[in-house]
C-alpha cells in the first residue's frame, strides 16, 4: 500500500509541475531590435499564438553578408488562453475593436542590405542576401508571403498586422450552461479575423510575393480540400521597386484598423 501511495504522489507531483509549467508560458511576447555594421549576419524567427492547425504563425529568416545599412524591426505577440470563450449580450460585436479573446500579431521592419563578401580570421562569408517572412492567419484561412533571394541590394519596409477574433463554432446560437445561466454566442455578422500587410520595397535580385485565401472548413465535395476563393502570386527577378498592399478580411465587420498606408522609409 505504501508503494502504491507513493507512486500517487509522484504522479501528482509531475501533473502540478506539468500545469505550472503550461500556466507560466509566455502568452505575450515583444522584440525590437536596431543593426547596424558589416559582416555576416543570420536571423530566425518564428511565432505562434496557438498549437497545431490554428490561430496565427509568423516565420521570419533573414540571412546574407556584407553592409547592414539599417534594420529596425519589431515584433509583438499575443496568444488567448481560452479559444472557446462565448460573449454576452453586452461582447455583441465588440470583438474588432480589441477586446478579448483575440490573438494577434504585430510585425514592422525597416531594412536595408548591400551584398559583399567578408573575410575574418573564422573563415569567409560569401552569401547574397536573403530574406523570407511568411504570415498565416488559420481562423480565416489567410497566408501572406513576401521572399527576396539572390539580393545584391535590398531596401524594404514591411507592415503586417494579424488578428483572430471571437472563436466560435456555434456562432449565432443561443443555449443554458451547466449552471442555468442563458449564454448567447457572437452573432454569425461578427468580424472572426483579419490578415492585413502594407509592402515598400527596392530590390537588385529576385522576389516573390503572395498571398491566398482559403476556407477554414474542409469541404466534403472537394473530397476533403478546402475551397480556395483568391490567390496572388508576383515573382520578379531583376532591379524593382515594388509597393503593394493587402487587405484579407473574414468579413465586412472587421472596421477601421488597417496598416498605414504610407509609412516612414
Not at 460585436?93 to 531594412?111: H, R, S, V, W
Not at 442563458?182 to 468580424?191: K, M, N
Not at 472572426?192 to 527596392?202: D, K, M
Request: glycine share 10%; hydrophobic share 35%; with cysteine.
Amino acid at each position: 500500500m505504501e508503494g502504491i501511495e507513493t507512486k500517487r504522489l509522484i504522479i501528482l507531483a509531475v501533473l502540478a509541475i506539468a500545469l505550472i509549467g503550461m500556466a507560466g508560458a509566455a502568452n505575450y511576447m515583444y522584440e525590437k531590435t536596431s543593426v547596424k555594421g558589416v559582416g555576416y549576419k543570420n536571423v530566425e524567427a518564428i511565432i505562434s499564438t496557438q498549437t497545431g492547425f490554428s490561430g496565427a504563425k509568423l516565420v521570419e529568416k533573414e540571412s546574407g553578408s556584407g553592409n547592414v545599412i539599417t534594420e529596425k524591426t519589431e515584433l509583438e505577440a499575443e496568444r488567448q488562453l481560452d479559444r472557446q470563450m462565448k460573449g454576452l449580450y453586452w461582447h455583441e460585436c465588440q470583438y474588432p475593436t480589441g477586446l478579448p479573446p483575440m490573438d494577434y500579431i504585430n510585425f514592422t521592419k525597416e531594412a536595408e542590405f548591400e551584398y559583399m563578401p567578408v573575410s575574418y580570421q573564422t573563415g569567409t562569408y560569401d552569401q547574397k542576401w536573403i530574406e523570407k517572412l511568411c504570415v498565416q492567419n488559420y481562423r480565416i484561412g489567410a497566408v501572406l508571403t513576401e521572399m527576396y533571394t539572390h539580393a545584391e541590394h535590398l531596401q524594404k519596409t514591411t507592415e503586417v498586422k494579424t488578428r483572430l477574433y471571437g472563436f466560435c463554432p456555434l456562432c449565432g446560437e443561443e443555449h443554458t450552461d451547466e449552471y442555468g445561466e442563458y449564454w448567447r454566442t457572437l452573432p454569425t455578422a461578427c468580424c472572426t479575423g483579419v490578415l492585413e500587410a502594407n509592402l515598400n520595397s527596392n530590390v537588385i535580385g529576385v522576389a516573390h510575393i503572395g498571398w491566398i485565401s482559403r476556407d477554414p472548413l474542409a469541404d466534403a465535395q472537394l473530397k476533403g480540400r478546402h475551397a480556395e476563393y483568391g490567390r496572388s502570386v508576383e515573382d520578379l527577378t531583376g532591379v524593382f521597386s515594388i509597393e503593394k498592399f493587402i487587405q484579407l478580411w473574414g468579413n465586412s465587420t472587421c472596421g477601421a484598423i488597417s496598416v498605414d498606408w504610407l509609412p516612414c522609409v
